[in-house]
């Protein structure tokens, strides 16, 4: 390594090491903030993961529903009111629960960490990629039928027809 290279390397180091330090106590500072106010601290962050819930698991419900719309154009326009009910209770349950178990896992300061803390906020973050992945692996490959098909109409022409 360089002289030069080998100087931005060593002031890399310095900035991290002193760095690190004052980020350390304001991370120290501000724990012990949340934990004197864990009652007001669990309401507001259950309210935030009903707002993060409300809106992941909305956006993929929606990515979802186009993906089924697309796949199956007759089907969807057939069920299309259930499908949209369907998704907008499994959002507003899913979000709901989360928000709950999130607000219940900061009950008591002395039982933080919690595993189900842990595992809720895991669960959070999962249920919407999982579902994402699942629509994607689903329409990964297949073109849309109506493309593909003749004769075959989209959900719109279906919805006018009938």
Request: proline share 4%; with cysteine; charged share 10%.
């Amino acid at each position: 390594m360089s002289r030069a290279g080998s100087q931005r390397v060593r002031e890399i180091v310095f900035l991290v090491v002193g760095a690190s330090t004052p980020i350390g106590i304001l991370a120290v500072n501000g724990s012990a903030f949340v934990m004197q106010h864990l009652n007001q601290f669990a309401v507001g962050i259950a309210v935030c993961a009903l707002i993060s819930g409300l809106s992941l698991n909305g956006l993929t419900a929606w990515l979802v529903l186009a993906r089924a719309e697309r796949f199956a154009p007759q089907l969807f326009a057939e069920y299309r009111v259930w499908l949209r009910t369907a998704a907008v209770v499994i959002v507003l349950v899913s979000a709901a629960v989360g928000s709950w178990l999130t607000f219940l896992s900061m009950q008591r300061r002395d039982q933080l960490p919690n595993l189900y803390a842990i595992l809720t906020a895991l669960w959070l973050l999962f249920l919407p990629v999982l579902m994402t992945f699942v629509a994607r692996r689903l329409n990964k490959g297949i073109a849309s039928p109506a493309a593909v098909t003749p004769g075959v109409q989209t959900a719109e022409a279906a919805i006018r027809e009938s």
